[in-house]
């Protein structure tokens, strides 16, 4: 047993990109199940398959592209300035953000046998409420990431984070479009205030 965990270890050490695979691969589905406990849903019923299509999703997609993201804006712009990290968090917000959010509306959607039709529908319905949200919330956190945490801990920095961003993003998925409607009504209203 020793010796298959410090193989495990080798790896991660090789290969960064596992590290975040692997945080990934627990944090998704874990953050499915606390969002379904909230649900009312308790051990015997759970939806298990959710739970993993959160597990596939977050380790075989969300790690490594936010991992390949992490390693081109850190070549890309390498200072740990302020400003830089400034910089990297709006490009971030404009670029990585939007690309994200629709791929996990679309490929979740996929893994859950629907059409791409209705993929694509579930994407333009729920993609501005959750952009909206995510505004909120990712600047601050890329801001400490670009600029205090350490590159090599990025990936595993985020992924505490995204602990409860996937919460929310997993309740957003399993919200009816009715309801979305109503959310996005309460961000449409704030905004009409002078």
């Known amino acids: 047993m020793a010796a298959i965990l410090q193989r495990f ?16 691969s627990l944090i998704w589905p874990t953050s499915s199940l606390i969002q379904q406990t909230f649900e009312g849903k308790r051990w015997p019923d759970y939806d298990w398959w959710r739970t993993l299509r959160f597990s596939l999703y977050g380790g075989l997609f969300v790690a490594p592209t936010l991992y390949s993201w992490i390693k081109v804006s850190s070549a890309m712009w390498p200072q740990t300035s302020i400003q830089t990290a400034i910089f990297k968090t709006a490009v971030e917000q404009i670029s ?3 690309a994200a959010m629709t791929c996990f509306y679309f ?6 046998l629907k059409t791409v039709e209705e993929a694509a529908a579930e994407v333009r319905k729920k993609f501005l409420p959750t952009y909206r949200v995510a505004m909120c919330i ?7 990431n670009f600029s205090v945490v350490p590159e090599k801990n990025r990936v595993p920095f985020i ?13 957003m998925k399993h919200l009816e479009h009715q309801h979305v409607d109503e959310m996005d009504g309460l961000f449409a209203s704030k905004d009409a205030k002078p």
């Open 9 to 24: 270890k080798l790896m991660l050490q090789r290969y960064p990109v596992t590290r975040g695979m692997v945080s990934y």
């Open 107 to 112: 490929i979740m959607s996929l893994l859950e």
């Open 96 to 98: 990585y953000t939007p």
């Open 138 to 144: 990712w600047p601050v956190v890329g801001l400490i």
């Open 159 to 171: 992924s505490v984070c995204s602990l409860l961003w996937t919460c929310f993003l997993a309740y």
